[in-house]
């Protein structure tokens, strides 16, 4: 009994601790909340106009999406630092690690740019495929280049966003990249309800007219939190950032191979992902557009799972380089007990709510409105699996387990879940949502794995990183 006792006061904490991390995940839910919601709001209107319109804006987010998750990566990788410094109270370091982000991120807008604008219609036509009732795949691919001839430029302020972003996250000020992604939204659909429909005597864009309103909203962001660290105390670790642009060789030699699997990591698992997109593509537009609609609608309900992981890489982190290890351990277990529960009721709410979403799409065939709840209740089944596997890839990377992310995550997208649904979508009948549901069920053994890499000896979360 006693030794149950344990477990159980091991596995959740008092009212502080979640406090705590409520505090963290809260601001980072709120934001990511808000931007999911409205990127809901975002595609009702462009699938107003529209099935070939909203399926177009669709694939062209889907390679945007890559270029998105590899900023990601490079940034998260170099914050496995940012964040221990920052414990530690080096603010030297975390300017050191800022400047790094933005070297990396230049690199990776300028190969963008270089593939959409050599590539971009090549890339778009490889999701185009026959195989449903409904769709013209000739209009949907002439949205999609007016779309992607706008949107591109967007990328350009993201770069710089995500570099400062990931910063404040890694430094637990979430409280500003939130407002400023607020900002951003507001922005964002306001100008869409204008530019898409033509209201208050603008010219209807359609989606020429998404695309120009989510590249002023992007500028929005960045602009709010230039300007806010530029002139608050509050984030006097980031003044003087630019009174050089040089980083030691040194500190690149020691954070290189510790940040550079992440950012490998996250950009095989986006192309995996796209790749995904791509395979279920092959059964024809209309599944194009409701896999759209459901994606749409799940990253909503993904961003508890989404919020704690980032809780655990910064909080563990920052545990981390105080050298409070045990604490460290402690902390990763009540997390991933807390991620898992808030996923549960989540999980319930998504297959019991999941015919209501498609019917905000008026405009969209019903062909595709049904293939939405098919593909929205598979993964509401499949979101318990996903918010371990999570759980379990952030505690590797707090840790400075970058190798092993690399192999847990993408390689095992790339060698596993790719091949799988390749497999299945090109060389059988299968339809599309047992292929969906078959191709989600191989990560029940990622989910696994994960549980025991962040259980066993050997995997256990690592002592700080020096630098």
């Not at 149950?4 to 601790?17: M, N």
């Not at 105080?322 to 009721?345: P, W, Y």
């Not at 060698?415 to 799988?420: D, H, N, S, T, Y």
């Amino acid at each position: 009994m006693t030794s149950v006792k344990q477990k159980i006061s091991y596995l959740f904490g008092d009212r502080a601790f979640y406090a705590k991390a409520l505090s963290v995940a809260i601001p980072i839910m709120i934001q990511n909340g808000i931007t999911n919601f409205v990127n809901l709001l975002d595609n009702i209107m462009v699938g107003a106009v529209g099935t070939e319109p909203m399926s177009a804006v669709a694939i062209v987010n889907k390679l945007i999406f890559v270029y998105n998750l590899c900023l990601f990566g490079g940034c998260a990788g170099v914050g496995i630092f940012t964040a221990q410094f920052y414990g530690k109270g080096d603010y030297d370091g975390v300017q050191k690690s800022f400047r790094l982000k933005l070297y990396t991120n230049l690199c990776l807008l300028i190969a963008a740019l270089t593939a959409l604008i050599a590539a971009g219609p090549v890339l778009i036509e490889l999701f185009l495929h026959e195989g449903s009732e409904t769709g013209d795949l000739a209009k949907t691919f002439q949205y999609a280049k007016e779309y992607l001839s706008v949107i591109i430029i967007g990328i350009i302020p993201q770069a710089a966003t995500e570099a400062y972003s990931s910063t404040l996250r890694e430094t637990e000020h979430t409280t500003l990249p939130m407002k400023a992604g607020i900002a951003a939204i507001v922005t964002n659909l306001s100008l869409n309800y204008v530019l898409i429909f033509g209201h208050f005597g603008a010219p209807a864009l359609g989606v020429r007219g998404a695309a120009i309103a989510t590249v002023i909203a992007k500028f929005v962001e960045l602009s709010i939190i230039i300007l806010t660290v530029r002139l608050k105390d509050t984030y006097a670790f980031l003044h003087g950032i630019y009174k050089t642009i040089r980083v030691p060789l040194s500190f690149v030699k020691t954070v290189l191979p510790k940040s550079l699997p992440l950012l490998v990591n996250e950009a095989l698992w986006a192309t995996g992902v796209t790749a995904l997109t791509y395979c279920y593509s092959l059964r024809g537009l209309a599944v194009v557009a409701g896999y759209n609609i459901s994606t749409t609608v799940t990253d909503i309900f993904n961003v508890a799972t989404i919020a704690f992981g980032n809780a655990i890489a910064i909080i563990v982190g920052n545990l981390l380089g105080a050298n409070r290890m045990k604490e460290a351990k402690q902390t990763d277990a009540r997390l991933i007990m807390f991620s898992f529960m808030v996923s549960c009721g989540l999980a319930l709410i998504l297959f019991c709510a999941a015919p209501l979403f498609p019917m905000l799409y008026t405009e969209t065939a019903q062909e595709a409105k049904d293939l939405a709840v098919s593909f929205l209740r598979v993964y509401s089944v499949y979101m318990l699996v996903n918010t371990i596997s999570s759980a379990s890839y952030f505690t590797l990377r707090s840790g400075g387990k970058t190798v092993l992310t690399f192999l847990f995550d993408s390689v095992y997208m790339v060698g596993v879940a790719f091949p799988v649904a390749f497999l299945l979508a090109k060389f059988t009948e299968m339809p599309i949502i047992p292929l969906y549901a078959c191709t989600l069920s191989v990560d029940l053994i990622k989910a696994i794995v994960g549980i025991c890499l962040v259980k066993s000896g050997k995997c256990r979360i690592s002592s700080t990183i020096k630098v």
